[in-house]
């Protein structure tokens, strides 16, 4: 008999001094029209009065605290062992969710006993009419991405669909999948622990579904800052690399080689151009060779779970990577398109 409570889900959300969200966040829970819910947050030593204020204003919220900042996946792996619910959703702190978000969740985990997990329908918090995103993409060459990011919603991704992974800022996961492969790995302290769970999950042969009625809207980067900030460089460089090293098996690691020496150097040029980053880059990497034998041991574990074919797993690679780059070409499309408008109209103004 399972330990766990049937269709009950629990909401588990990390918080490191974000007590201006949480507000706007948990007030959407409470809406939802799911009943069968429990609220975990997690609080990584924030100093902003977080702790204080959810005390006092959600006495019906589970409060787990740090006495310091852990990171995002020690943080979410407390909730989730904790957690007493059949289904576990994690939520960023910097959303609202839509009314119907946990029924839809969970009646595609019904009605997909296949998935062990869901992502949802990212919009931007601002703009309900720009995707946030539509599932995690993942490159031959090792870089992530969120499918959609920053598109206009037209309707493109109204389609629910098999996706390689769900964006942890918002999805849901059955318990028997932590149980089968673990939960998400405390030595990425943040940044691509989804991706890195997803691609561990495809490869014990647990599938991801897209949900696109299960709407969330996200700020982004709402606690850490901007994408291109030293600490997002540095956790990206070496969180990067632990992937590949991790999740590609031998056979489709030199396969894929020339794309990985292309997209990491892509990425390192992209910092150091936007963000003038690139000792961060160089940081995280040299942080990567040090985990090097710690990830060569979680390697051994992840393929030894293997029940899927090394095509299978190349081929929602590839999959990813065709989503990405359609993605990223509509979206260039979309501002050459805003870029000649705003130049008609200022000729039409002269």
């Given at each position: 008999m399972s330990k766990y409570i049937p269709n009950l889900v629990s909401v588990v959300i990390p918080n490191w001094n974000g007590k201006r969200f949480l507000a706007g966040c948990?007030?959407?829970l409470l809406k939802q029209k799911y009943e069968h819910v429990e609220v975990i947050i997690v609080d990584n030593g924030s100093k902003d009065g977080s702790v204080e204020f959810l005390q006092e204003n959600y006495p019906q919220v589970r409060l787990l605290t740090f006495e310091?900042?852990?990171?995002?996946?020690?943080?979410?792996?407390?909730?989730?062992?904790?957690?007493?619910?059949?289904?576990v959703a994690l939520l960023n702190n910097d959303t609202v969710v839509d009314p119907m978000w946990l029924s839809e969740l969970v009646r595609i985990m019904h009605e997909h006993p296949e998935i062990g997990s869901a992502g949802c329908k990212m919009l931007a918090y601002d703009d309900h009419k720009l995707l946030d995103g539509a599932g995690d993409g993942y490159r031959r060459g090792g870089l992530p991405g969120r499918i959609g990011h920053r598109e206009r919603d037209t309707g493109r991704f109204d389609l629910p669909r098999y996706i390689l992974g769900a964006c942890g800022g918002a999805a849901m996961y059955r318990q028997e999948l932590f149980e089968a492969i673990g939960y998400l790995d405390d030595d990425y302290f943040a940044y691509l622990e989804d991706v890195d769970f997803g691609l561990?999950?495809?490869n014990a042969g647990y599938k991801c579904y897209y949900v696109p009625t299960a709407i969330v809207y996200h700020l982004g980067c709402g606690t850490t800052g901007s994408g291109y900030s030293p600490l997002v460089v540095r956790l990206s460089s070496q969180n990067n690399l632990n992937t590949i090293v991790k999740n590609i098996?031998?056979?489709l690691l030199w396969k894929f080689l020339p794309e990985i020496l292309y997209w990491q150097l892509y990425y390192l040029a992209v910092v150091t151009v936007r963000g003038a980053q690139i000792v961060p880059w160089l940081q995280g990497a040299l942080d990567a060779l040090k985990m090097m034998p710690k990830m060569l041991k979680k390697r051994q574990e992840i393929f030894s779970q293997r029940k899927v074919s090394l095509r299978y797993l190349e081929e929602i690679i590839v999959e990813s990577e065709r989503d990405l780059m359609a993605s990223k070409r509509r979206l260039n499309q979309q501002t050459l398109a805003a870029l000649s408008g705003k130049a008609l109209e200022r000729m039409s103004a002269k």
């Amino acid at each position: 008999m399972s330990k766990y409570i049937p269709n009950l889900v629990s909401v588990v959300i990390p918080n490191w001094n974000g007590k201006r969200f949480l507000a706007g966040c948990l007030d959407s829970l409470l809406k939802q029209k799911y009943e069968h819910v429990e609220v975990i947050i997690v609080d990584n030593g924030s100093k902003d009065g977080s702790v204080e204020f959810l005390q006092e204003n959600y006495p019906q919220v589970r409060l787990l605290t740090f006495e310091n900042n852990t990171g995002f996946s020690p943080a979410v792996n407390r909730g989730i062992r904790e957690s007493k619910g059949e289904f576990v959703a994690l939520l960023n702190n910097d959303t609202v969710v839509d009314p119907m978000w946990l029924s839809e969740l969970v009646r595609i985990m019904h009605e997909h006993p296949e998935i062990g997990s869901a992502g949802c329908k990212m919009l931007a918090y601002d703009d309900h009419k720009l995707l946030d995103g539509a599932g995690d993409g993942y490159r031959r060459g090792g870089l992530p991405g969120r499918i959609g990011h920053r598109e206009r919603d037209t309707g493109r991704f109204d389609l629910p669909r098999y996706i390689l992974g769900a964006c942890g800022g918002a999805a849901m996961y059955r318990q028997e999948l932590f149980e089968a492969i673990g939960y998400l790995d405390d030595d990425y302290f943040a940044y691509l622990e989804d991706v890195d769970f997803g691609l561990r999950a495809q490869n014990a042969g647990y599938k991801c579904y897209y949900v696109p009625t299960a709407i969330v809207y996200h700020l982004g980067c709402g606690t850490t800052g901007s994408g291109y900030s030293p600490l997002v460089v540095r956790l990206s460089s070496q969180n990067n690399l632990n992937t590949i090293v991790k999740n590609i098996p031998g056979p489709l690691l030199w396969k894929f080689l020339p794309e990985i020496l292309y997209w990491q150097l892509y990425y390192l040029a992209v910092v150091t151009v936007r963000g003038a980053q690139i000792v961060p880059w160089l940081q995280g990497a040299l942080d990567a060779l040090k985990m090097m034998p710690k990830m060569l041991k979680k390697r051994q574990e992840i393929f030894s779970q293997r029940k899927v074919s090394l095509r299978y797993l190349e081929e929602i690679i590839v999959e990813s990577e065709r989503d990405l780059m359609a993605s990223k070409r509509r979206l260039n499309q979309q501002t050459l398109a805003a870029l000649s408008g705003k130049a008609l109209e200022r000729m039409s103004a002269k």
